[in-house]
């Protein structure tokens, strides 16, 4: 579905990324994984068009999106969701729900039945609606963030980046059920994590970056018995899990 | 009797300082939603407000009629402000780039007026609007209670323009994360090109709603323009109610100086921005820009 080649980022006069490669098909889960400065969002962002590669190629579903603009690859179903809970700070928590239903074509009676549904998934959102996104918490803000990507119609790839980082443990909760919901319908994720919380939870492949590299690829349940690879990348001893 | 005579004349500059304050607004309201949106310090913004007067000058003097002229100035500008957009900014979107861009424009706009029209003032004002009515003790200009009513009209349309539609949330959302509201499908290239021809529609309107008052002559909106940052900055960067509440502040304050303390007039806008940005640095109803 998703086919990233030789991808290489320059940002000022570093490398970023040198040369990934990988595949997403329907359905799977891809953990992007590594210490801070590995190049993980800069891969989620290339991806979503917020930062152009000097070289390589990106292609969804046999198309080439590699020059197109950001939202031509919303449009393909290629959606992001930011680590820095990037809401619409000044608009409601229903008004962040509807303007992302809006732009994603849907009509307004649509856009409101959706976000019907939305509060049925989320209902702490329904409670919460009037509210800015800036006068939420973390994890409301969070939910929010999570909740306007699964209200969107077309979804094919999920680009989602450290959802459970820093959030409380009931949080963390509520955003792993999203997150399950979303592989149940079929959706492709690509989860950046820097520590290994959801892939325990929901199995997938894995990836390791370095440096703008990949060192290694394989899948979570071999990675998760892999000390040595879990200490020399993610910087994890099993007490910090 | 001194002090019937102060409430009179307190109350007549309140009322001109109303009409004053929502020409500022229909001017800074433009400069602010394409800085909020767009990043873009809109240099040539007063210029278009100098050519939307003289254009509404020229047609409204020849029919007679103000409803051609609001027409021409909005309908010329909002054009101008498209080709502007769509054939100059877009050439290069980097900060820097656009400002020497509308500098630029600013020079050729002003100097291609000033051809045009000359080192000239000229002013025009519909009969109907001529004369003053008198509100028990207070006198009030009759085109200056046309500017208050017709001001409101156009603010409230912008007002939902930007709350109630589809295009507004799209500008909203755009302003506070431009790079997001892409992500969900919005051809933002559009949005620019729309709110850039908007707020260049509204710098024309309030440069011939001007011209029954003050008339037009070379570099009027140039100068306006300080007055419109200044606003900007005092209402908070970005922000429309800002916008709309420094609008309406300064016209007021302005007013009153020009009645009470006349040396102040000009000073007086500097006065309260730097008293604003002492105590409230991100502007009354800014948000902190990281």
Not at chain 1, 6 to 30: A, C, M, P, R, T
Not at chain 2, 89 to 99: F, G, N, S, T, Y
């Amino acid at each position: 579905m998703l086919e990233i080649k030789d991808l290489k980022v320059f940002i000022g006069s570093l490398y970023i990324l040198q040369g990934i490669s990988l595949s997403v098909h329907k359905g799977e889960i891809i953990y992007l994984l590594g210490r801070n400065g590995a190049g993980k969002t800069t891969l989620l962002k290339t991806i979503i068009g917020f930062i152009k590669p000097s070289s390589g190629s990106i292609a969804m579903n046999g198309i080439d999106i590699t020059r197109e603009p950001t939202y031509v690859r919303a449009k393909l179903g290629i959606r992001y969701v930011p680590d820095n809970k990037r809401l619409f700070m000044s608009l409601s928590v229903e008004e962040n729900l509807y303007t992302a239903l809006l732009a994603s074509g849907l009509s307004k009676d649509k856009a409101i039945e959706r976000i019907e549904y939305i509060y049925n998934v989320f209902p702490d959102l329904k409670r919460l609606r009037k509210l800015k996104a800036s006068q939420l918490s973390g994890g409301q803000q969070q939910m929010l963030n999570l909740a306007r990507i699964l209200a969107l119609p077309n979804t094919k790839i999920l680009l989602v980046d450290e959802p459970v980082e820093g959030l409380s443990p009931m949080f963390v909760s509520k955003i792993l059920d999203a997150l399950m919901r979303l592989v149940e319908e079929g959706l492709s994720m690509i989860i950046v994590e820097t520590r290994p919380v959801l892939m325990e939870k929901i199995n997938g492949r894995y990836i390791i970056l370095n440096g703008g590299k990949i060192v290694s690829e394989g899948y979570t349940e071999d990675l998760l018995k892999n000390k040595i690879l879990i200490e020399t990348y993610l910087g994890l001893h099993k007490s910090d899990k | 009797m001194i002090s019937e005579m102060s409430l009179e004349i307190f109350l007549s500059a309140l009322v001109d300082g109303i009409a004053l304050g929502f020409i500022f607004l229909m001017f800074s309201l433009g400069l602010s939603i394409i800085f909020g949106l767009m990043r873009i310090v809109n240099f040539a913004h007063g210029s278009m407000f100098t050519l939307g007067a003289y254009i509404g000058y020229e047609i409204a003097s020849k029919t007679g009629n103000i409803l051609y002229g609001l027409l021409a100035a909005s309908a010329s500008m909002a054009l101008l402000g498209i080709v502007i957009e769509r054939f100059l900014l877009k050439i290069r979107r980097e900060p820097l780039a656009q400002v020497i861009i509308t500098i630029g424009l600013m020079i050729l706009l002003d100097r291609l007026a000033w051809i045009r029209w000359g080192d000239v003032s000229y002013i025009w004002y519909p009969q109907w609007l001529e004369g003053v009515i008198y509100a028990g003790p207070i006198i009030i200009y009759k085109y200056r209670l046309f500017l208050i009513v017709f001001g409101l009209f156009i603010s409230i349309l912008v007002y939902i323009l930007f709350t109630k539609t589809k295009y507004g949330l799209f500008v909203r959302a755009g302003i506070d994360d431009r790079e997001m509201i892409q992500a969900f499908g919005v051809n933002i290239e559009r949005v620019f090109t729309a709110t850039f021809s908007i707020g260049s529609m509204l710098a024309g309107l309030a440069g011939f709603l001007l011209v029954p008052w003050q008339g037009v002559y070379p570099l009027i909106g140039t100068n306006y323009l300080l007055n419109a940052f200044a606003i900007i900055i005092i209402g908070g960067i970005g922000s429309l109610e800002g916008t709309i509440i420094a609008s309406i502040l300064v016209g007021i304050i302005q007013q009153l100086c020009a009645y009470y303390v006349p040396y102040l007039t000009e000073v007086s806008l500097f006065i309260v921005m730097l008293s604003v940005l002492l105590t409230k640095p991100s502007g009354l109803m800014g948000k902190v820009i990281e």
